[in-house]
């Protein structure tokens, strides 16, 4: 009898290895439009976030584009040992931040794009501040709050663990296809933080304690080196690039922004 799916006397060719990355970079893009709009929303006790564009096609603030910069001069600073390949979420102010990273840098590896690295979907929520969704969406702030980050799925969007999915699948690919290479991510907050629950194995509470705590840095750096058949977390939210050239640290609004290496 046959194998499902062979034909008879063909043998399957064995699944290629899964290694790990030598080194891989998981950083969040720099300051966006975005970001600069929901901290003034937030300042000014607004209900909405007043920005014109899609979520993909917002851009970097200048400011952004200098961090940016300043992750490439800490990128050269590496010398050989420095990413071989760099690999963005599609959404220009990810894509931007790589690409400024990887010119200041002297990269000479292109911008690889997979949309599994996109931000969070935020469904029906979108543009609006918590204050706009207990306001404007009582029902959903209420489900929000008895379901916590981890599970609640917005109307229309998606919640941490369906982002999980996507990280899942795209870390597969990444084993499969980089091997024992430098690998670069940029990508955006909660999929940064959500690389840290599967690659950890965090459970829900902990992966919420690490958000409590903390929110992660624009262009901050949380690093991981492949140890066999696992790998080790180096450093987590890791902004000292920007301080070394004068640049300021940026996060969500009411959040601590500063690094943690090691855990």
Do not use: C
């Not at 290629?16 to 003034?40: F, K, Q």
């Not at 982002?163 to 670069?184: F, G, S």
């Amino acid at each position: 009898m046959t194998s499902p799916g062979y034909a008879r006397g063909v043998t399957p060719s064995p699944a290629p290895r899964l290694g790990w990355p030598a080194r891989l970079w998981l950083v969040r893009h720099g300051e966006s439009e975005g970001n600069l709009a929901d901290r003034r929303a937030h300042e000014e006790g607004l209900g909405t976030v007043d920005v014109a564009d899609r979520d993909p096609d917002v851009a970097l603030t200048a400011l952004g584009e200098r961090q940016a910069r300043a992750l490439g001069e800490r990128l050269a600073a590496l010398g050989g040992d420095g990413p071989q390949v760099v690999v963005s979420s599609p959404y220009v102010r990810a894509r931007r931040t790589a690409e400024l990273a990887v010119a200041a840098a002297g990269l000479d590896v292109p911008v690889l794009l997979d949309e599994r690295l996109r931000e969070r979907d935020l469904g029906v929520l979108d543009g609006l501040t918590g204050r706009g969704i207990r306001e404007r969406l009582p029902d959903e702030a209420e489900r929000r709050a008895r379901l916590g980050k981890l599970y609640y799925r917005p109307p229309g969007g998606e919640s941490w663990v369906d982002v999980a999915l996507r990280v899942r699948a795209v870390l597969t690919d990444l084993r499969r296809e980089h091997a024992d290479r430098r690998l670069l991510v940029t990508t955006h907050q909660a999929v940064v933080m959500v690389f840290r629950y599967v690659l950890e194995g965090l459970t829900e509470d902990e992966v919420l304690a690490v958000d409590r705590r903390v929110q992660v840095a624009n262009t901050a750096v949380t690093a991981y080196e492949g140890d066999g058949d696992r790998v080790r977390l180096l450093a987590f939210n890791d902004a000292d690039h920007l301080g070394d050239v004068g640049e300021d640290v940026t996060a969500e609004p009411g959040t601590e922004a500063r690094a943690h290496a090691g855990a």
